[in-house]
């Protein structure tokens, strides 16, 4: 179990439901975020939003641009979700094993598990599946906040971005 006790107390009162978890970093809230939870609670009774804390995200300079206490006020404001947990884990796998969620939802992003440089994608459907649970991925139109941050903040200068698109079209997952 997790040292949450909110999280210990929302689970204890939610036995019986079928519960639906969603995990990433959550910075930079889009439409795609919205069609992607919205279409995950679909699955479930219960919908738990966990998002990665700052200081396990490699996103790049000054990423998250908003820390984790404000990206979880701003998820929490969002109707359809029913519990809001801040992971201080570079994975989510102790947190599935925690959860033990019914379905645990990831962007189509996540279809190919050897594009996902961390790893994690196989750690944490090990532990969902020791549970029973179901590795569901959404197929709803996806959009990166990374390129949203990259695009229309200041992060960069333009040479930084030229580097940046350069890079981009040569790096591959290999």
Same mark, same amino acid.
């Given at each position: 179990?997790?040292?949450?006790?909110?999280?210990?107390?929302?689970?204890?009162?939610?036995?019986?439901?079928?519960?639906?978890?969603?995990? #990433?970093v959550?910075?930079?809230?889009?439409? #795609?975020?919205?069609?992607?939870?919205?279409?995950?609670?679909?699955? #479930?009774?219960?919908?738990?939003?966990?998002? !990665?804390?700052?200081?396990?995200?490699?996103?790049?300079?000054?990423?998250?641009?908003?820390?984790? *206490?404000?990206?979880?006020?701003?998820?929490? =404001?969002?109707?359809?979700?029913?519990?809001?947990?801040? /992971?201080?884990?570079?994975?989510?796998?102790?947190?599935?094993? !925690?959860?033990?969620? /019914?379905?645990?939802?990831?962007?189509?992003? &996540? @279809?190919?598990?050897?594009?996902?440089? =961390?790893? /994690? *994608?196989?750690?944490?459907?090990?532990?969902?599946k020791?549970?029973? #649970?179901?590795?569901? *991925?959404?197929? !709803?139109? =996806?959009?990166?906040?990374?390129?949203?941050?990259?695009?229309?903040?200041?992060? &960069?200068?333009?040479? @930084?971005?030229?580097?940046?698109?350069?890079?981009?079209?040569e790096? =591959?997952?290999?």
């Amino acid at each position: 179990m997790l040292k949450d006790k909110n999280l210990n107390f929302f689970l204890s009162k939610n036995k019986k439901k079928r519960i639906v978890l969603c995990h #990433g970093v959550f910075d930079v809230l889009h439409i #795609g975020h919205i069609n992607y939870l919205k279409e995950a609670k679909s699955l #479930g009774d219960i919908l738990i939003v966990s998002l !990665t804390s700052k200081k396990f995200v490699n996103k790049g300079p000054g990423r998250p641009l908003f820390n984790d *206490i404000e990206r979880k006020r701003f998820l929490k =404001t969002i109707s359809f979700i029913d519990y809001v947990h801040i /992971n201080h884990s570079y994975t989510a796998s102790k947190l599935i094993k !925690t959860i033990k969620p /019914n379905f645990y939802c990831k962007g189509k992003d &996540y @279809q190919i598990f050897k594009n996902d440089l =961390t790893n /994690n *994608i196989k750690r944490e459907v090990s532990e969902l599946k020791k549970n029973g #649970g179901k590795l569901k *991925i959404i197929n !709803t139109k =996806t959009y990166s906040s990374s390129s949203l941050v990259n695009n229309n903040f200041k992060n &960069y200068n333009n040479e @930084q971005k030229k580097i940046i698109s350069i890079v981009r079209r040569e790096l =591959t997952s290999d």
